[in-house]
């Protein structure tokens, strides 16, 4: 089973907008063409960037994607905008059994 791990951040436009959570989510697939298919859609064209981590040898494996694109609230009045980055990771996930 894979599972992405979504980490949400955003910033205003402005000089002195700093990075800040927005929130995470976690979503399950039988496998990684699964969830390929559910970032496309979810992601469409927006640039993107790879994410990388150290293998187990010290090796870069990359393990995931960084989602940049504008956002904006458009349910009130002013309109709030800003950037957004998504970074996306893949785990594999298994069961594992507890002794008694």
């Known amino acids: 089973m894979i599972e992405i791990q979504i980490v949400m951040t955003g910033k205003g436009y402005g000089r002195a907008s700093k990075w800040q959570g927005l929130g995470d989510e976690n979503h399950r697939f039988s496998d990684k063409t699964a969830a390929m298919t559910f970032l496309s859609d979810r992601y469409g064209r927006c640039k993107r960037a790879a ?6 040898k010290g090796e ?3 393990t995931g994607y960084i989602y940049g694109f504008r ?10 905008k800003w950037l957004q980055q998504d970074w996306v990771e893949f785990r ?3 069961i594992l059994p507890i002794a008694a």
């Open 60 to 62: 870069s494996v990359q």
């Open 71 to 80: 956002n904006a609230d458009w349910s009130h009045a002013p309109v709030d």
């Open 51 to 56: 994410i990388y981590r150290d293998g187990p």
């Open 92 to 94: 594999q996930c298994e």
